[in-house]
């Protein structure tokens, strides 16, 4: 009964010892992958650091510049939200891939100006509208007599 109690005994413990062996040998590749991934992140980083340092005057763009920095632009399909037309726009620079601006939160006095804008535009619409509803009329008056 002992004898058999040891092989098995012997039996879980390679096979523990085969499970630690993978798990460190999988740490292992993440590891390298993670320090490699890092290293391209730096030299690549660096390369951005260079062509930066490279133009210290950017009051005016040359296509030049454009050419060195810019990656690719994608410009995607425009669309239609509460009669304003917004179309979203991704600018992908070389060495540091997709680039976001940052969003900042309107002010009071932006907001405001904003609602300006869009009771101004709103009233024209509506002036427009009722423009051409009288032409339209006008017109059907002139096409019966």
Not at 6 to 23: G, M, N, P, R, Y
Not at 54 to 67: A, G
Not at 114 to 128: D, F, G, M, P, S
């Amino acid at each position: 009964m002992f004898v058999i109690s040891t092989a098995i005994d012997l039996e879980d413990s390679a096979k523990c010892l085969d499970l630690v062996l993978v798990s460190q040998l999988i740490y292992s590749v993440q590891t390298k992958d993670t320090l490699r991934d890092f290293e391209e992140d730096s030299i690549r980083a660096d390369k951005f650091i260079a062509l930066v340092k490279k133009y210290t005057d950017f009051s005016e763009l040359t296509i030049q510049m454009i050419n060195e920095f810019v990656d690719k632009i994608v410009v995607h399909e425009g669309k239609w939200e509460n009669c304003e037309r917004t179309q979203e726009v991704e600018i992908y620079l070389n060495f540091i891939g997709k680039f976001e601006m940052p969003k900042k939160e309107p002010t009071k006095e932006e907001l405001e100006e904003l609602e300006k804008l869009r009771k101004k535009r709103e009233k024209k619409r509506e002036y427009n509208y009722r423009y051409m509803q009288k032409l339209k009329d006008r017109i059907e008056t002139e096409g019966t007599t």
